[in-house]
């Protein structure tokens, strides 16, 4: 059965630097989105990605944030300036055409900021 | 707006007997319900999923779930529980977004669901 991949799995990264998370998504899917949760709370939508676009973005989805397809497979999550407050585990989702379509998650990546 | 509410944080029953995880949900329009099952240190899994067909929803491994509209629920269920049900369990909302279709998922705050021998 098709699957979500992310990498990594984990990724430890000092305050202030760059982390870019990876996503590959169902192949035949389109509209692909990125989640969080930080320990403890409940799961956050960060930002949905149509057609080569941001569909929707949460507030919590800023300018340190930014989302990118860069070679038709892959899905990538870039933060430009780690946070404290950014470690948390991150989903990438994907799903096909119709709008009742189901959301596929991939296992997500735990992200700590140091 | 959209939302759930999971009415218990946490939920403990013994293996062998019935579960009920309790979800209410508040939404202007019909909405578009699931469960998600996510195992320790593994990703989301979907288990269920209610999108305006017959108000009762079979699911994977015995879960079920029923569309209250009355009641503004939609509690999961399985008649006897196995060990290998112990795991947090999150109730989720489809919103709408009028501008395009991108159904963003809304999460309750998940219960977790403990199995004793």
């Known amino acids: 059965e098709p699957e979500v991949t992310q990498t990594p799995s984990h990724q430890v990264t000092q305050m202030g630097q760059e982390v870019i998370l990876r996503c590959v998504p169902i192949s035949n899917h389109l509209y692909f989105y990125w989640y969080r949760q930080i320990l403890g709370q409940k799961v956050e939508f960060l930002v949905s990605?149509?057609?080569?676009?941001?569909?929707?973005k949460s507030e919590i989805f800023d300018d340190q944030f930014s989302v990118e397809r860069p070679d038709g497979s892959n899905f990538t999550l870039k933060i430009r300036s780690t946070k404290l407050e950014d470690s948390a585990m991150y989903f990438c989702?994907?799903?096909?055409?119709?709008?009742?379509?189901?959301?596929?998650f991939g296992p997500g990546t735990r992200l700590l900021v140091l | 707006a959209q939302s759930v509410t999971q009415l218990d944080s946490h939920v403990s029953v013994s293996e062998g007997t019935p579960v009920l995880l309790r979800c209410n949900y508040s939404s202007s329009y019909s909405p578009s319900l699931f469960w998600y099952v996510q195992h320790p240190n593994k990703g989301l899994q979907l288990l269920l999923k209610y999108t305006s067909a017959a108000t009762l929803v079979k699911g994977i491994n015995g879960f079920e779930a029923e569309f209250k509209k009355s009641e503004t629920s939609f509690h999961l269920t399985k008649p006897s529980a196995h060990m290998s049900d112990a795991a947090e369990y999150f109730c989720v909302v489809s919103a709408l977004n009028y501008g395009g279709a991108t159904n963003k998922l809304i999460f309750g705050t998940g219960t977790l669901l403990a199995v004793q021998p």
């Open positions: 990605f149509y057609n080569n676009e941001i569909s929707e």
């Open positions: 989702a994907s799903r096909g055409q119709f709008f009742q379509e189901t959301q596929y």
